[in-house]
């Protein structure tokens, strides 16, 4: 499911409007009105004040189910990823270009790597 229409259910199922999620996080109703249309990829920050505003956890603007996600990398005794020193190095390169990268780009990136994960 889309993050779009998953807000947009969540928002409905509990009789929110957008002004009243306006209200709860500060955002301005046409931003609000963008983001459930799908034309505004939002912040990790703003999903954050979005899942406060609707009460719920904020996996639930992920994840349908009743219970959380089940993590999908898979973690052995000594660690998750990353923990292993060719991992951290990796990890750790990823982390720095990130950092250098513009929201905008990092926008972006992340919208992308959702329309790569909704193929699947």
Not at 27 to 49: Q, W
């Amino acid at each position: 499911m889309v993050i779009a229409d998953r807000l947009r259910a969540l928002r409905e199922a509990k009789n929110l409007s957008q002004g009243d999620i306006e209200k709860r996080t500060g955002l301005l109703r046409c931003y609000i009105s963008r983001v459930e249309n799908g034309h505004t990829v939002p912040a990790i920050e703003t999903l954050e004040k979005m899942a406060r505003a609707l009460e719920v956890p904020l996996y639930q603007l992920f994840h349908e189910g009743e219970n959380p996600p089940k993590p999908a990398i898979k973690f052995d005794e000594k660690g998750g990823f990353g923990s292993l020193p060719a991992e951290a190095k990796t990890l750790g390169r990823f982390r720095r270009m990130l950092s250098k990268t513009s929201p905008r780009d990092q926008e972006i990136l992340l919208a992308m790597a959702t329309k790569m994960a909704r193929r699947r």
